[in-house]
Structure formats: C-alpha cells, structure tokens
C-alpha cells in the first residue's frame, strides 16, 4: 500500500542543559553522549516512523537554551506542527522557564500548535526539584502532552513523539487536515500519564 507521507515540524524548547540534544539524538539515532556540547542557534534532524497508516516524518529543530539565541525561536516554532518544552527534574528554574516559553508560543506560535511537556532526566529522581504532578496539573491546565524522560536510560522518548503523532489531525480524503478545530476532539485516553522510572 502506498503510505501518505506527512512532514511534521517539530522545535524543541527550553533552558540550556535540560537535555534538549539529548532527547533529539536519543530518538533519532538512539543515543546518549553525557558529553555533547551546547547547542548553537539550532541543529536540525530527522526522522521518519510510521504511525497507523501514515508515515510521519519529523523535522526536528533542537534550538540553544541560551539566552542570547532566545530571538531565534520564532523562527523554529512559526509553521511547527508540534513543540517540545523541555525542562529538568531537578531543576525548578527550568520548570518556570517553560512557563515562559508556553506564554511566548500562545501568544506568537501557529494557532493550533500540539505541545508537549518532557521533564528530563527522571533518572535523577534523588535530586527531584519538580514533583510530578505539578508539572502532570500545569500540563493538564493548558491541554499539553506530560511525560517525565530520560535522554540517558531512554526512558518515553519515543513516547512523546507517538504521542504527537495521535494529536496532528488526520488527513482528510481531499489531503488536507480535516478540521482545524481538533483541539475539540482531545479523546480522555491522550491525557493518560506516563509514569518514569
């Protein structure tokens, strides 16, 4: 069967140090260097999964946390399908920066844009800053994906991006997005919580 192949930009926000390249090179290469080098303005990478009777591939933008490249992210996440916030279990700072960035896409991101929520490095659960089900509440108060990951034990990686996968709207028989609005049609089962670790 032929399948249809969508493209899906995906950017990936968030502080500097909370793993962004990690996850990125976790899911596409399935990875983990615990050296790898901040990341300059953005790198970009692919990859293609199938999802039902679609392939879906990913356009993945990993922007610097930096903030001197903080200007930059419109430029990644205007005309994404979906973007990943990423903040540190451990860190709270990371978490109240999310908050921002959840601010800037609502107000500045394409209308209909899925986010998703990833607390990284869940394999640090000792030095936990972040419960759980604050973060699983917030998430939950502006619709987004919660997962709790971890880059390093390759822990709801790929999970995240089946779950973003289930949120884009299906195509319609004419080829383009049946209803803008799907937002409206979140089924209960998609709000489930993965738990970590």
Known sequence: IDMTLRELKVCLLGDTGVGKSSIVWRFVEDNFDPNINPTIGASFMTKTVQYQNELHKFLIWDTAGQ?????LAP????????????????KEDSFQTLKNWVK???????????????GNKCDLSDAREVSEK???DYADSIHAIFVETSAKNAININ???????????V???????AGNGFKLRRRPSET?????C
Do not use: W
């Not at 903030?67 to 200007?71: C, H, K, P, Q, V």
């Not at 195509?171 to 997005?177: P, S």
């Open 75 to 90: 430029m990644y996440y205007r005309g994404s399908a979906a973007a990943i916030i990423v903040y540190d279990i451990t």
């Open 171 to 177: 195509l319609d028989a004419g080829g383009g997005a």
């Open 67 to 71: 903030e001197r490249f903080r200007a």
């Open 192 to 196: 489930r919580t993965r738990t970590c």
């Open 134 to 136: 604050d973060a699983k």
């Open 104 to 118: 800037e896409l609502r107000q500045h991101g394409p209308p209909n844009i899925v986010v998703a929520i990833a």
């Open 159 to 169: 999970e995240v991006f089946i779950e973003i996968s289930q949120r884009i709207p």
